[in-house]
T-cell receptor, first 116, second 109 residues
Framework: SAVISQKPSRDICQRGTSLTIQCQVDSQVTMMFWYRQQPGQSLTLIAT?????????ESGFVIDKFPISRPNLTFSTLTVSNMSPEDSSIYLC?????????????FGPGTRLTVL | GQNIDQPTEMTATEGAIVQINCTYQ??????LFWYQQHAGEAPTFLSYNVLDGLEEKGRFSSFLSRSKGYSYLLLKELQMKDSASYLCAVKDSNYQLIWGAGTKLIIKP
């Protein structure tokens, strides 16, 4: 299984600022995803990070607010731009290696973001 | 629209058995997953079903009926460490994971 690290693990930010979250995987993976999880709720997919091309965003999420980079097969960043208190959440990076098997997703430890 | 339903919360006793149900309505089906998520931690993979029937993995088993759009996760010999949220997720025709809201399982001594 892939080992995933995220930086920062948590942050407290001021309204109107931006935060970039990094996701590093210990092996090359095909699919990388960014999720948001509000307290006590399930996972909401923000976007799929595509290597070498623009990310694919889900309904309700736009590139201007959540720009994503995927420069190679082991690394991605998610930026939360012009933050408001409504952006307070846990942001999770996950990977899926479609090399056979059930293609389960593995998750990073998450970034807990609080916006004041 | 696509929908996955799970009970919000369940309570069970240490040493007992509990069954967590999941019903789904999705555009296509390419497998059903169960994940465990302890409070403050990331989800971890538990089981996968793509064919009808029961998959057993130690104390945990997962069942699938594709015709009924139904699955359950069965946890036996419950331990206090099993207190967590259990998430049901289905891969649709586009191989995208659709997530349920999760079932919070509380284990009492």
């Amino acid at each position: 299984s892939a080992v995933i690290s995220q930086k920062p693990s948590r942050d407290i930010c001021q309204r109107g600022t931006s935060l970039t979250i990094q996701c590093q995987v210990d092996s090359q993976v095909t699919m990388m995803f960014w999720y948001r999880q509000q307290p006590g709720q399930s996972l909401t997919l923000i976007a799929t990070a595509n290597q070498g091309s623009e990310a694919t965003y889900e309904s309700g999420f736009v590139i201007d607010k959540f720009p994503i980079s995927r420069p190679n097969l082991t690394f991605s960043t998610l930026t939360v731009s012009n933050m408001s208190p409504e952006d307070s959440s846990i942001y999770l990076c996950s990977v899926e290696d479609r090399a056979g098997g059930p293609d389960e997703q593995f998750f990073g430890p998450g970034t807990r973001l609080t916006v004041l | 629209g696509q929908n996955i339903d799970q009970p919000t919360e369940m309570t069970a006793t240490e040493g007992a058995i509990v069954q967590i149900n999941c019903t789904y309505q999705t555009s296509g089906f390419n497998g059903l997953f169960w994940y465990q998520q302890h409070a403050g931690e990331a989800p971890t993979f538990l089981s996968y079903n793509v064919l009808d029937g029961l998959e057993e993995k130690g104390r945990f088993s997962s069942f699938l009926s594709r015709s009924k759009g139904y699955s359950y996760l069965l946890l036996k010999e419950l331990q206090m460490k099993d207190s967590a949220s259990y998430l049901c997720a289905v891969k649709d025709s586009n191989y995208q994971l659709i997530w349920g809201a999760g079932t919070k399982l509380i284990i009492k001594p």
